[in-house]
T-cell receptor
Framework: EPEVTQTPSHQVTQMGQEVILRCVPISNHLYFYWYRQILGQKVEFLVSFYNNEISEKSEIFDDQFSVERPDGSNFTLKIRSTKLEDSAMYFC??????????????FGPGTRLLVL | DAKTTQPNSMESNEEEPVHLPCNHSTISGTDYIHWYRQLPSQGPEYVIHGLTSNVNNRMASLAIAEDRKSSTLILHRATLRDAAVYYCILSGGGSNYKLTFGKGTLLTVNP
């Protein structure tokens, strides 16, 4: 069964450093998302991406964050200058039909980011 | 975003059916009702979704009230692997593609 993959599974970085989280969505999907979950809290939407542009972003997704689909398979989330409060699990998701028969998103296993 | 209300936690015994309720009294006509679950230390996993009619798949059944103001996720025979947080989420068509997660229901399955 096709699945969303994410790398790395864990990343430790120093405050102020840039990090890039990578995702390989399911191959025929066209809609891509990033969510995050701070330890013990709810899963929060960050950004959605379609047709090489951002469809929607949350208040969390400020100028420090960016997304990119550099080739036909990868989808990346970049945090330019990490802060302590960016420590969280980051989930990538993809979908092939968000407005047809309902929003079915397939999530990756996540990248646990720890900012020291 | 239309809001859902779920119990914080529920408990079940292995191999017994589980009915997980969700209230969504402010649901709009275009909102789909989605259920996802999150097993410990994993990403959310799609379970089932529906619009008006009851739905069945290999994982679960979804029973939707006639007025659509509530729904119930039914696990027919709970297993230990079903222990997870279950999220009931409303997601409309059109341009609103994001999923808004609440706190969900923590399901504990006893052996």
């Amino acid at each position: 069964e096709p699945e969303v993959t994410q790398t790395p599974s864990h990343q430790v970085t120093q405050m102020g450093q840039e990090v890039i989280l990578r995702c390989v969505p399911i191959s025929n999907h066209l809609y891509f998302y990033w969510y995050r979950q701070i330890l013990g809290q709810k899963v929060e939407f960050l950004v959605s991406f379609y047709n090489n542009e951002i469809s929607e972003k949350s208040e969390i997704f400020d100028d420090q964050f960016s997304v990119e689909r550099p080739d036909g398979s990868n989808f990346t989330l970049k945090i330019r200058s990490t802060k302590l409060e960016d420590s969280a699990m980051y989930f990538c998701a993809s979908s092939d039909d968000p407005a047809g028969t309902g929003e079915t998103q397939y999530f990756g296993p996540g990248t646990r980011l720890l900012v020291l | 975003d239309a809001k859902t209300t779920q119990p914080n936690s529920m408990e079940s015994n292995e191999e017994e059916p589980v009915h997980l309720p969700c209230n969504h009294s402010t649901i709009s006509g275009t909102d789909y009702i989605h259920w996802y679950r999150q097993l410990p230390s994993q990403g959310p996993e799609y379970v089932i979704h529906g619009l008006t009619s009851n739905v069945n798949n290999r994982m679960a059944s979804l029973a939707i009230a006639e007025d659509r103001k509530s729904s119930t996720l039914i696990l027919h025979r709970a297993t230990l692997r079903d222990a997870a947080v279950y999220y009931c989420i409303l997601s409309g068509g059109g341009s609103n593609y994001k999923l808004t997660f609440g706190k969900g229901t923590l399901l504990t399955v006893n052996p």
